[in-house]
């Protein structure tokens, strides 16, 4: 039970520095991939541990959403690339104050 | 609603209706003679109105008090608007209006060079103020009556500066507003008293209450004495007299209209009116009898050496108020009320006769008159009507009214005031014919080329010389009318005849001196001199004050300002900018990168996690 956490716990520590340390918009989008992979694991192992299906059925709805996310993200992606001639996140800089 | 109490609203509405058109339709206004016929129309239909009304109240008296709700409240309204139609306000309605028409068609002689864009405007002030003293006399209750009471004080500050392009008008207008404004300082402040103890404004419930002892007399003494105040300076008593003196800058009509019949007798009016509330305070009553007896006096002394005939008038305005409140404060509100009756007419013909000279002669001073009795036919001859009825003689209407006040005094045994209000009688007397033989007799002083006023002018001069006659012989159906249940008891007194005697005297001396030419002893003028010389400085009394203004008011005011200046606005200033350096310093904290926000959304969850389990 426990590797299936720590594998959980390691998958989202590298999601998490690849979200924050990766300047390219496509390379944050993939870490935030990692992030919910890491989560659906945690779900998996829980559900397998008390013998509900529950948490096997939210997985699926977790990928579903992922999906769209992902769609979503990339066609953000694409229409910053078309408005800036970039994808360097920190080049995107619209809310400074 | 019945057709008295129609008969009332219909009454207030016609003038409201002609400002209402005088206000909004502007070309209306800017057209001078319309204007002046609309405003006449409403006014008119407002005296026509009011007669029916008081024929119909003298057959059959009522009591009609007409409520709305206004303001709403947490049980029932707050407060109501109505009238209250009763014999006291039906008089004072028909007082009000005729008295307004009179003047309105006068002015359309007086003011006929004027511009037509400021007649229209003048037009619209004076059916303004003919609304508000309308609404003034039928008010029921204490917010209304101090609504329609600070328009008059308003109507009565814009028509003193009617020429506002002289100094010396713009400055009477401020004064007379200030002064006013301090007495109803206290009105306000009483009408609040009452209502903090009562939770109403209605003046038959507080009456009720009053009569029922419900009121602790401490604080009924305090509202009644603050509310005197509001009355003292509407009425121009002492020590608020010094603004009626120069209200006279404005012109002669709206002195006649405004500050000798209708508005400075809103004072009076209102202590009648509220009469139930006075008579329990027996401080209230003597401080009337005490102030009105000195008023009188003090105002009539003032009145003896003034050359501009305006001011003779104005000051006798105030004497002869202070006489209806001296009657007041002996609890003769009947005798009082019929004073007021009778010196609204012929204080407004005397103003008008004076209005029709200036008039003629362009000038408000003796020395440019002299001998107009001549050309002037009409005018002199309603002038002395009017000046005999001021003086008390018989068969004037003044002479009834006043001796049923002295008769009220001596009865009462306050031998001060009635001292005070005798010499009164005899230096009222003096004054007036002073004016008349200085105006209207003696050599003709100055060429000029006077000559007798227009139609327009002469008519209603002559309608309200006729009533000044005739209004004195309805003293019983007056007091009648005002108070069913005082039958009159006329105990055999010897006071009429020693205050007819006195005003006969008070004219043979001015016919002595004024119009024989005759001067008085040396030795006379020698013990009078201080006395004289204290009079043309009107005792002092307006320097005092022009000092405390000066001096204290406006150091007060001055600090006030300073502390407004640098104390209030440094901190409203001091958290301003403060505010604004904040805010420059963090928005520099603001990269506008999505990933800083999130390492900071990740470290301060990481933070918060180790507290959570720190602290388990």
């Known amino acids: 039970m426990s590797n299936y956490l720590v594998i959980s716990a390691i998958l989202f520590g590298i999601g998490t520095f690849t979200v924050m340390s990766r300047r390219n918009a496509i390379g944050i989008l993939l870490g935030i991939e990692l992030l919910l992979n890491a989560v659906n694991i945690n779900f998996i192992a829980f559900a397998f541990q008390q013998g509900n299906a529950v948490g096997m059925i939210f997985v699926l709805f977790t990928i579903a959403i992922t999906v769209a996310e992902v769609a979503l993200g990339l066609a953000i992606v694409i229409l910053i690339f078309r408005l800036k001639k970039t994808v360097q996140a920190d080049e995107v800089n619209l809310l400074k104050g | ?616």
Request: proline share 4%; with cysteine.
């Open chain 2, 1 to 616: 609603m019945n057709l008295n109490a129609q008969l009332a609203l219909w009454t207030f509405l016609g003038p409201a209706l002609a400002v209402v058109i005088l206000a909004f339709i502007y070309p209306l206004r800017r057209s001078g003679k319309p204007a002046a016929y609309v405003s006449i129309l409403g006014i008119g239909i407002s005296t026509i109105l009011s007669v029916w009304n008081l024929i119909l109240v003298k057959a059959n008296p009522v009591s009609i008090s007409l409520k709305y709700h206004w303001l709403p409240g947490s049980n029932g309204s707050l407060a109501n608007v109505g009238f209250w139609l009763d014999s006291i306000s039906a008089i004072m309605l028909l007082v009000v209006s005729g008295v307004a028409l009179a003047v309105q068609v006068y002015s359309l002689g007086y003011m006929s060079h004027e511009s037509e864009q400021s007649l229209g405007r003048y037009y619209l002030y004076h059916s303004l103020f003919a609304t508000s003293m309308l609404g003034l006399v039928l008010a029921n209750n204490f917010l209304e009556v101090y609504i329609f009471w600070e328009l008059v004080g308003v109507c009565s500050y814009l028509l003193i500066g009617f020429w506002y392009y002289k100094p010396e008008a713009a400055r009477a207008a401020v004064k007379a507003f200030w002064v006013t404004r301090f007495g109803d300082m206290g009105l306000i402040i009483g009408i609040i008293l009452l209502w903090g103890q009562t939770g109403t404004f209605d003046y038959q419930e507080i009456f009720g209450m009053v009569q029922a002892g419900q009121i602790p007399l401490g604080l009924l003494s305090l509202a009644s004495v603050l509310m005197l105040l509001g009355a003292f300076g509407k009425s121009a008593q002492f020590p608020f007299h010094v603004w009626l003196p120069d209200a006279m800058e404005g012109p002669t009509p709206v002195s006649a209209l405004i500050h000798a019949a209708t508005m400075v007798a809103a004072g009076v009016y209102l202590v009648i009116r509220l009469f139930p509330i006075f008579d329990a305070v027996p401080l209230a009553l003597n401080i009337l009898t005490y102030v009105g007896s000195f008023t009188a006096l003090l105002a009539a002394t003032l009145a003896v050496r003034q050359i501009d005939i305006k001011k003779v008038l104005a000051y006798s305005t105030v004497s002869q108020l202070g006489f209806m409140m001296a009657a007041l404060g002996v609890t003769a509100q009947v005798a009082s009320y019929f004073h007021l009756f009778n010196h609204a007419f012929f204080k407004a013909l005397l103003f008008l006769g004076a209005g029709s000279v200036i008039h003629a002669v362009g000038s408000n001073n003796f020395p440019e008159m002299g001998n107009l009795s001549k050309k002037m036919k009409v005018t002199s001859t309603v002038f002395i009507a009017g000046g005999l009825a001021l003086a008390g003689i018989w068969p004037f209407s003044g002479f009834f009214s006043k001796d049923e006040i002295l008769v009220a005094v001596g009865q009462s045994g306050k031998a001060v005031p009635l001292f005070f209000l005798l010499l009164t009688t005899f230096l009222t007397a003096f004054y007036i014919f002073r004016a008349i033989f200085l105006a209207f007799y003696g050599p003709k002083k100055a060429e000029a080329h006077a000559h007798e006023s227009p139609k327009v002018m002469t008519l209603p001069m002559g309608i309200l010389a006729g009533l000044s006659l005739v209004t004195g012989w309805f003293a019983g159906d007056f007091e009648h009318l005002v108070h069913p249940q005082l039958m009159a008891e006329i105990s055999p007194s010897p006071l009429p005849w020693i205050s007819l005697g006195l005003a006969l005297s008070g004219v043979l001396v001015a016919w002595v001196l004024y119009q024989k030419g005759r001067t008085a002893p040396a030795a006379l003028t020698a013990t009078l001199a201080p006395l004289s010389k204290a009079i043309d400085k009107k005792y002092w009394l307006d320097d005092m004050y022009e000092w405390l203004y000066d001096k204290i008011l406006l150091a007060f005011s001055g600090l006030i300002g300073w502390i407004d200046r640098y104390l209030v606005d440094g901190v409203v200033n001091l958290s301003a900018w403060l505010t604004g350096e904040a805010g420059s310093k963090l928005r520099l904290t603001q990269t506008g990168k999505a990933q800083d926000y999130l390492i900071g959304v990740t470290v301060g969850l990481m933070v918060l996690i180790i507290l959570g389990l720190g602290l388990r």
